[in-house]
C-alpha cells in the first residue's frame, strides 16, 4: 500500500527539512547546504548541492511555480535560489540577525515570510526582494509559518506554544496557546471548504513538543470576522512530534516524531493509515509531493527517504472527502447525515431523513426535486447541495474507474494525456488549460487567484506516472 522506493544520503549531518515542487525535490541540513533533486529519478542535480549559508539550513520552500527555492539559516539570512541554475537571486538580511527559522511563500508568489529565533516575522516582496513589513510574537522563537490557502493570512507558531494568526498586511488577528510545551510545526490544507456566501473554512493541523497533533478549523466570516477553533488531537506518537504536511488533496495528514516514526492520517475519519519506522533517528521534515502520490521524509540519521503510495488501496482506504468509506451509491440516511454535518450542511439533515434521502437517492436529487419535493426555498442553499452532489458524482464516475484523482485534468475532470503546470502550481491537461487562458481567464481555476504568469510547463513526471498506471490497468 505504500513502499519505500528511494533513500537519499547525501546529506553530511541532520536534514532539517525537504519540500517539493511538482518537478523537483528540494532538502537542507545541519550541514550548511541546500540539495535539489529530479522527480524523473531522483538524481541529484548538476548545480546541487546550493553554498551560501555559513551555519546550519533550517528551512526550505519553492514558491508556487516552482522556479524559485527559498532557504534560511541560522546565519540570519533567507536566500532565493534559481531553481534551474542554482544561481542567488537575492540574498535577505533578517533586520534583526537573528537565527531565521521558517520561511514560507504566499500562494500567489507575491510574498515571502520569515520567522526568526528573537520572535520576529518580516514579510518581503518576493519580486523586489525588499521588506514589506515586520512584526513579532510576545514570547519565544518563530519556529513555523503556513499560509492559508488564499493567502489571505497566515499563521506562525512559536517556542512557547502560542498559534499567532496574521493577515496580509501584517495585521495580528488572534494568537493562543495551542501547545504545552512548545509548536515544532503547522500546516494548511490546500483545500477550503467553503460553507455558502458568507463563511470560508480552512482546515490547520500543528504539532509540538508535547507529542500532540491538534487539527484547527480556521475561518474568515463577513459578519462576525476570524476565528480559530480547536477540533480534535491525533493520537500515536509516544515522544515529541517535529513535523506535520497535509497531503495536496487534503486527505491525508503525515507526521515524523522524535520517537523515529512516520505516521500517515485520514484526515476525514482521523485514523491511522500507515505507520512507517525505517529511520534510525528522530524524524525531522515530512513532505507530500503536489501532483504524484510520493511522501518524502528526513531525520536525524541525515538521510531522506522516498516513499510511494498505491493509487488503489488509497481508494480503498476511504481517501473520499468526510464521507463513510462504502460505496456512496450504499449510503444510509445516517451516512448521508454524516456527510451533510461534513459540508456544513448540517441543518438540511432532519429534513433530508425526513424524506429518507439515503445514497442513492442523494445522487439523484435535481434542482426540480430540491425545490419541489424538499422544499429548500433559498437559491443559494440549493445551488450549494447541487455543487457538493455534482462533487460526489464526480468522484462516483472517478472511483468506479478506477483512475487516481491526481491523474484527473481539475477542468476537464477527465484522464490527462498532456499533463502541463500552470503558475498556481497545480497540473491541467495542456489544452483545456490553454483554453481557459485564451478566454481572458488570468485566474487560477483551482484557487481564484490572479495567475503570475501564463506560461505553462509540461509536466513530464506525471505524464511518466499516467502512462505507468494505463501501461498496467488497460491491458
Partial sequence: MVKLIHTLADHDDDVNCCAFSSALLATCSLDKTVRLYSLSDFSELPHSPLKFHTYAVHCCCFSPSGHILASCSTDGTTVLWNTQNGQTLAVMEQPSGSPVR?????????????????GTVVMWNAQSYKLYRCGSVKDGSLVACAFCPTGTLFVTGSSC?????????????????????GITCCDFSSQPISDGEQTHFFRLASCGQDCQIKMWVVSFTHVSGFELKYKSTLSGHSAPVLACAFSHNGQMLVSGSVDKSVIVYDTNTENILYTLTQHTRYVTTCAFAPNILLLATGSMDKTVNIWQFDPEALCQAGSTEDQPKQFIEDWSEDDVSTWLCAQGLEDLTGLFK????????????????????LKIESLGLRSKVLRKIEELRTKVKTLSSGVPDEFICPITRELM???????????YEKEAMENWISKKKRTSP????????????????????INRWLETHQK
Wanted: aromatic fraction near 4%; proline fraction near 4%.
Fill in 161 to 181: 506554544g502560542d498559534l499567532t494568526v496574521w493577515d496580509d498586511k501584517m495585521r495580528c488577528l488572534h494568537s493562543e496557546k495551542a501547545h504545552d510545551l
Fill in 354 to 373: 425526513m424524506n429518507n434521502i439515503d445514497g442513492r437517492e442523494l445522487l439523484n436529487l435535481t434542482k426540480e426535486s430540491l425545490a419541489d419535493d
Fill in 417 to 427: 494525456k498532456e499533463p502541463v503546470i500552470a503558475s498556481d502550481g497545480y497540473s
Fill in 446 to 465: 483551482m484557487t481564484n487567484l490572479v495567475l503570475p504568469s501564463v506560461v505553462l510547463i509540461p509536466n513530464r513526471t506525471l505524464k511518466m506516472a
Fill in 102 to 118: 521558517v520561511c514560507q511563500f504566499s500562494p500567489d508568489s507575491t510574498c515571502l515570510v520569515s520567522g526568526a529565533a528573537d
